[in-house]
T-cell receptor, first 119, second 112 residues
Framework: DAGVIQSPRHEVTEMGQEVTLRCKPI?????LFWYRQTMMRGLELLIY????????DSGMPEDRFSAKMPNASFSTLKIQPSEPRDSAVYFC?????????????????FGPGTRLTVL | QKEVEQNSGPLSVPEGAIASLNCTYS??????FFWYRQYSGKSPELIMS????GDKEDGRFTAQLNKASQYVSLLIRDSQPSDSATYLC????????????FGQGTRLTINP
């Protein structure tokens, strides 16, 4: 399997611009997670989906952030308008429900991340 | 108090020695515990999971869990320079719960 795929890998934009990050989870996984990682705050969960439905978006910092999962193989995280404090590495991860497919742990598999810089 | 706390380090260990990484958590209902390794510029990868009190061994890695003390640790035996990375402790609340809370991570350096 190709693993979790994210694009773009790097994004540099100016304050006020719209940014869209993309994620393709591992085929067959029914959970998808968006995280943000900074030196100051570490790895924070922003939102997660189960079977394309948002379950918990309590980590989304403000209304400028939105996420969608139109189908099982694609999700987007959008920031509009972007601000310099949004600069971070954004990770997408996916997992299989515990117990399914012989899993003994709900291991989350992370994508390579998108490094976002907002000038 | 943070929900998951780790010593941020850096922790420096000579090659061949045992590296000991510690993590405490605040929510008593937590049931599942994970250690992720993250190399610089890379994404986290799972190296150990533990659910029951006691020790769990996998090769050179041993995870230890003490739910009464709300404490989980990771021991790395025969440390190698390739073990140099940041180690993230993660906790979720209940069996089957999907949401993970991560600690800040401990940066480990193995000195040849």
């Amino acid at each position: 399997d190709a693993g979790v795929i994210q694009s773009p890998r790097h994004e540099v934009t100016e304050m006020g611009q719209e940014v869209t990050l993309r994620c393709k989870p591992i085929s067959g996984h029914d959970y998808l997670f968006w995280y943000r990682q900074t030196m100051m705050r570490g790895l924070e969960l922003l939102i997660y989906f189960n079977n394309n439905v948002p379950i918990d978006d309590s980590g989304m910092p403000e209304d400028r952030f939105s996420a969608k999962m139109p189908n099982a193989s694609f999700s987007t995280l959008k920031i509009q308008p972007s601000e310099p404090r949004d600069s971070a590495v954004y990770f997408c991860a996916s997992s299989l429900a515990l117990g399914w497919g012989g899993t003994s742990s709900n291991e989350q598999f992370f994508g390579p991340g998108t490094r976002l810089t907002v000038l | 108090q943070k929900e998951v706390e780790q010593n941020s380090g850096p922790l420096s260990v000579p090659e061949g020695a045992i590296a000991s990484l510690n993590c405490t958590y605040s929510d008593r209902v937590s049931q599942s515990f994970f250690w992720y390794r993250q190399y610089s510029g890379k994404s986290p990868e799972l190296i150990m999971s533990i659910y029951s009190n006691g020790d769990k061994e996998d090769g050179r890695f041993t995870a230890q869990l003490n739910k009464a003390s709300q404490y989980v640790s990771l021991l790395i035996r025969d440390s190698q320079p390739s073990d140099s990375a940041t180690y993230l402790c993660a906790v979720n609340r209940g069996w089957g719960a999907q949401k993970l809370v991560f600690g800040q991570g401990t940066r480990l350096t193995i000195n040849p």
